[in-house]
C-alpha cells in the first residue's frame, strides 16, 4: 500500500528514515490497508479513520517506510492544522551527486538539526502543504534560500514537491485534518 500523499510530502521534506516495525507502526498499517480497502469499494465507508501521532511517528520510523538517506532521527508532532517536524540530517548524503557552487546553498551541508513547520490538510479529494519555516540547529532558513535548496536538490527526484505542494489523495480520501496529535481522514 502507498503511504498517503500527506505524509509523503512532509517526509521526503524531513528526509526521513527508517528502523524496527512497533505495534503503533503495524496498527498504522492496518489503518491503512483498510483505506487502500475503503477506497477500492463501492460505496466507501465515511466514518473517520484517526492516526495517533505515536502511529505517524512509529510507522515513518519502521520498516515499512523506505526515504532518502541521510537522516537519523525524525518525529513529527501535530496540531490544528500545524505540522512540525524535528530530525537530524545528513546534507551531504541528501546532496549526494548534485553540486551547487551558490554560497548561500553552503550552510545545506554537513549534519544539523532540522526542525520544519507546515500548515497541511485536505479537503475535496486534494492535500495541501505550506512551508511556514525551516530552521538549521535553530536558525531560521531564509525562504528565498530555502527556495532555492527546494528547486536545486529536492525537486530535480520530487518533482512534485514544493515549498506550497498541492496533489491528489489517494483512495478516495476526501479530507485529511491534523489535529492535536492526531491525522484524521475521510473518504468519500
Do not use: W
Not at 460505496?43 to 532518502?68: C, G, M, R
Not at 545545506?108 to 479529494?125: C, K, L, P, R, W
Not at 536558525?139 to 530535480?156: A, D, G, S, W, Y
Amino acid at each position: 500500500m502507498k503511504l498517503p500523499a500527506i505524509f509523503i510530502v512532509i517526509g521526503i521534506l524531513l528526509c526521513t528514515a527508517n528502523s524496527a516495525t512497533s505495534p503503533d507502526a503495524a496498527a498504522m498499517q492496518r489503518k491503512l490497508d483498510f483505506i487502500e480497502k475503503n477506497g477500492r469499494s463501492a460505496h466507501a465507508n465515511q466514518k473517520p479513520t484517526v492516526f495517533t501521532e505515536e502511529q505517524v511517528n512509529a510507522y515513518i520510523a519502521s520498516d515499512y517506510v523506505k526515504l532518502p538517506n541521510g537522516v537519523e532521527s525524525v518525529k513529527l508532532a501535530g496540531e490544528s492544522a500545524v505540522v512540525t517536524g524535528n530530525t537530524r540530517v545528513d546534507f551531504d548524503r541528501i546532496r549526494e551527486g548534485i553540486h551547487s557552487s551558490n554560497p548561500l546553498l553552503s550552510m545545506f551541508s554537513g549534519v544539523h538539526d532540522v526542525v520544519v513547520i507546515t500548515h497541511a490538510h485536505g479537503e475535496g479529494g486534494r492535500g495541501y502543504v505550506h512551508v511556514d519555516s525551516v530552521s538549521l540547529d535553530g536558525i531560521e532558513v531564509p525562504r528565498f534560500v530555502l527556495q532555492m535548496f527546494v528547486e536545486k536538490f529536492l525537486t530535480p527526484k520530487y518533482p512534485e514537491i514544493g515549498l506550497d505542494s498541492q496533489f491528489a489523495l489517494p483512495d478516495r480520501i476526501d479530507s485529511a485534518k491534523v489535529g492535536e496529535h492526531e491525522l484524521t481522514i475521510i473518504q468519500k
